[in-house]
Structure formats: C-alpha cells, structure tokens
C-alpha cells in the first residue's frame, strides 16, 4: 500500500515539474515588428525646421512561440534611433521629428530574452525589430528660400559617428543622412569617429579635410562621403 502512495506522489511531483517546464517554455519572442514600418512627414514646399515636433507613436508587436501568439511591447522594449539629428524616440516609442534634418533613418526596438516569460533561464538572444522614418528635404519648389542641404553617406565595411561642429550633424552609419540646419555660408567642420573594430575613416569627397575632419564651406547643397575601416 505505500509503495502504491509512494509511487502516485512521485508521479504527482514529476507532473508538476513537467507542467513547471512547459510554462517556462511558453512566450519565447522570437521576433518584433514595428508599426507603422515606414513613416514620412514634410514636404519639398515647407522647410524642414517647420517639421519640428511632429509625433507618431510607434507600436512594438511581439510574435512568441510556445504557444503562438503576438503581443503588444511597446513599453517593454528599448527603443533607439540610429540619426537622432533627424529623429528622436522615446522610452514609450514616440517618435518626435526633431526640425534639424532630412532624409531617411533606422529606428529600431530591441528585447533581451535571456529569460522566458515563465522566468526560466535560457541562452537567450537579443531580438531587434526596425521601422524606417523618414522626412522629405526642403527644395524651395512652391515657396521660399531654404538652408542649403547638408548630404552625409557612408562607404568602407566599418562603423562609425560624424558630429559637426557646429551642432547640427550627427549622424551613425548605414546612413545616408542630410541635414539643413545650417545657413548659407557656413563653415562646418565634420569629425568622424571610428566605433567597434573599425580603425581609420577618411573622407574620399571631402572638399578640404585630413585625418578625421572634412571641412565644407556651405554656399550650397554639398554632398561629402565618409568611409569607415
């Protein structure tokens, strides 16, 4: 009789332990979608400053497996802009133009998922999802004059940072990215800054530069290419 109790507790334990692991199992996230996937804002006729503070509250759509199922995270992500000269985002995933740039940048939403939701511990990975915004550049078609544009693109199998001085470019690559904040006239000076295994950057384009710095007298739109090595 009690080897009958015996086994029956041990079956119970065993079922509870099983059922345990199946939980921790449940809600892997294996991918994020962002929505909307593309936004633009602006237009050829209105200057890009006029673009200051517009909002789109972007969402963050978890798919998790065990079982299937897609869930809102957007306050559970980390959100990021990859040209926050262009666009800024907030921990809730705001997006805010930011008046300062145009052209087209990365934001992405990013989750660790070292655990599951049931808290048992995993190998984990780090699972990004990416929307594209974008702001149309001012060309002065239908209105007035505008600050010329700025054009930054990137080259090389590196990565890096360009910041002006002064302020007004800040930009990561992939790029491209374009910015009219500065007047006609203006001297701007643009720093490049390798990042992670990347040790040189030079500027093939760049109207007057060495090492580092490419310097560009603004009388008018003016494109300068980066590479990063």
Known sequence: MKGKWLALVVLVVTATALLSLSCGRSQQLVSIAIQPSVETIGSSTTPVIDDFGTQVQ??????????????????????????????????TGLLTATGLSCGGTLVSATANTNTSTGGISSSGAIV?????????????TGGGGGNPALSLTFLGTGTGTVAS?????????????????FTSGTTVMLTATPSGTSTTATWPT?????????????????TVTVAFN
């Not at 760049?206 to 003016?222: E, I, M, Q, W, Y």
Request: net charge positive; proline share 9%.
């Open 206 to 222: 760049c109207p007057s530069g060495n090492a580092n710095v490419c310097t560009v007298n603004l009388s008018g739109n003016a």
């Open 128 to 140: 990004t999802g990416y929307m594209t915004g974008n702001v149309v550049c001012f060309t002065g």
């Open 165 to 181: 001085n002064p302020l007004g470019l800040s930009c990561t690559n992939p790029g491209p990215c374009i910015t009219q904040a």
């Open 58 to 91: 972007l969402r963050a759509l978890g798919t998790y497996i065990h079982p299937p199922v897609t869930k809102d995270i957007t306050n559970q992500v980390t959100w990021s802009s990859n040209t926050p000269q262009m666009f800024t985002v907030s921990s």
